[in-house]
């Protein structure tokens, strides 16, 4: 139980016009600052103050990444006891709320349409960037091996790319179907599937953002280096558990947390690596349990740069 002087110091911080705008769309998922500040209209100190007075009070949650922040509302703790209870009786109708929804989606098109852009340049050369940065074989060995030799009826592959995780995985699986944004990247993907005699999987444009539930449902999702082009993975995240059969599993390749802001400027990516607290808390969020976590060093000194592969699983699985 909290003491009187705390819990009046959570209700004062929410208890402000501002403020509880931005607990509203830090509902919705994870924000910089410079969102935050483009949603709302308002300038970057005063946004800030705003969020350091939620963030004292223990109702959201500030994480440094570089250059930027980005917040999230509190996991746990009264103040995110509290967050969840008043973000739940905020009304979507009325005309602010409206308004901030509208730039959100605005913003977050913006984002992807930028994202888009940068992979239709890249596509026929997708597969060697990331050799360039990224121990792939062991990665790809890992992945397949979390696996356990099973061959399971349906594989789900976001943001599929040039379909190369199709590729790997066809051995255990009896179909896929990889989802991407990008038809630059799809056309790869066919490409690749065809030469490689792979029937049993296809490819399709989608909003790995806003997912088609008639994708599913999956044995296994598979999200290879995806995340870290979302601000806010933990929506991502839950809009693909959605996907996945009861007892299913999604395994994640990504980024431990680097310094490299080349890659936010240079390859679109907005978020510099994924740690182990931000992933358990999004997948608990998301009705996940981490199963297990793996490292691979990057083997270019220069770059620094590790590799994650996480394993999730469906918590009603032991239900």
């Not at 905020?90 to 913006?110: I, S």
């Not at 080349?262 to 992933?279: I, K, N, V, Y």
């Amino acid at each position: 139980m909290a003491g009187l002087d705390e819990l009046v110091v959570v209700l004062k911080a929410a208890g402000e016009d501002t403020r509880l705008r931005l607990l509203a769309l830090l509902a919705d998922g994870d924000h910089s600052v410079k969102d935050l500040t483009a949603i709302l209209d308002q300038s970057q100190p005063r946004v800030s103050r705003h969020l350091k007075l939620l963030a004292d009070a223990g109702l959201v949650q500030r994480h440094a990444e570089g250059a930027w922040a980005y917040y999230r509302l509190a996991p746990d703790g009264q103040g995110a006891d509290l967050g969840r209870w008043i973000t739940a009786r905020l009304d979507a109708e009325t005309p602010e709320r409206q308004r901030d929804r509208a730039r959100q989606a605005e913003m977050r098109a913006e984002q992807q349409s930028l994202a888009a852009d940068y992979f239709a340049k890249v596509a026929e050369s997708w597969d060697l960037l990331k050799t360039l940065h990224v121990p792939e074989a062991a990665v790809e060995a890992a992945v397949l091996a979390e696996l356990g030799g099973r061959k399971v009826d349906l594989l789900v592959d976001l943001g599929t790319g040039t379909g190369r995780m199709l590729e790997v995985l066809a051995p255990a699986y009896e179909r896929a179907v990889g989802v991407d944004s990008s038809r630059e990247m799809l056309a790869v993907a066919r490409a690749r599937l065809a030469a490689s005699g792979i029937s049993h999987a296809q490819v399709r444009l989608g909003d790995i953002g806003g997912l088609d539930p008639s994708i599913g449902p999956a044995d296994v999702i598979v999200i290879h280096q995806v995340l870290h082009y979302f601000d806010d993975p933990g929506r991502m995240l839950a809009q693909a558990r959605r996907l996945l059969k009861r007892g299913g599993e999604i395994l994640i390749v990504d980024f431990a947390p680097h310094d490299l802001e080349f890659l936010r400027t240079d390859h679109a990516h907005r978020r510099l690596g994924l740690s182990r607290q931000q992933m358990s808390d999004w997948a608990s969020l998301a009705g996940l349990d981490v199963l297990g976590m793996r490292e691979f060093p990057s083997d270019t000194k220069d770059r620094g740069l590790t590799v994650c592969l996480w394993h999730l699983g469906d918590r009603t699985r032991t239900e």
